[in-house]
C-alpha cells in the first residue's frame, strides 16, 4: 500500500507562483513514475506534468509548457510542482499520482493516461485569481 498526500495550494493571483508537494508514505519503495493532473469544475482530468523513477526523465502537457517544472526528491519519496505565471484557467484541483510499474521507460503518452496510474492523493486547491 501506498499513501499520496498533497500540499501547498492556495489562493494567489494572476502571475504569481505556488510550489505543490506529494509526499509518498506507506511503501513508497513500490512507487514508479509520479506525476500531477488537474481537475476543473465541468472538465475532464488533465493531464499537467510526469517525471520518471530516476528523475531524469520528465514531460509537461503543452498548457504548462515554460511555467510549471516537475522535479522528485526520490530519497525522500516527495514530488513537487513549481507552479510560475499563474492564470486563471490553471485553477482546479490538482492531484497527485504515480505508477507502480518499473523495468520499462515508457513515452510520454503513457504517463498522461490516468489509467496507468495505481495510486492517488486526495487533491490540493489551486485558485488563481484575475
Known amino acids: 500500500q501506498v499513501q499520496l498526500l498533497e500540499s501547498g495550494g492556495g489562493l494567489v493571483q494572476a502571475g504569481g507562483s505556488l510550489r505543490l508537494s506529494c509526499a509518498a508514505s506507506?511503501?513508497?519503495?513500490?512507487?514508479?513514475?509520479m506525476g500531477w493532473f488537474r481537475q476543473a469544475p465541468g472538465n475532464e482530468r488533465e493531464f499537467v506534468a510526469s517525471?520518471?523513477?530516476?528523475?531524469?526523465?520528465?514531460w509537461h502537457g503543452d498548457s504548462v509548457k515554460g511555467r510549471f517544472t516537475i522535479s522528485r526528491d526520490v530519497a525522500d519519496n516527495t514530488m513537487y510542482l513549481q507552479m510560475n505565471s499563474l492564470k486563471p484557467e490553471d485553477t482546479a484541483v490538482y492531484y497527485c499520482?504515480?505508477?507502480?510499474?518499473?523495468?520499462?521507460?515508457?513515452?510520454?503518452?503513457?504517463?498522461?493516461?490516468?489509467?496507468?496510474?495505481?495510486?492517488w492523493g486526495q487533491g490540493t486547491q489551486v485558485t488563481v485569481s484575475s
Open positions: 506507506g511503501r513508497p519503495s513500490t512507487v514508479n513514475a
Open positions: 499520482a504515480a505508477t507502480r510499474s518499473k523495468g520499462t521507460l515508457y513515452s510520454a503518452s503513457y504517463y498522461s493516461d490516468p489509467y496507468r496510474y495505481d495510486y
Open positions: 517525471i520518471s523513477s530516476s528523475g531524469f526523465n520528465k
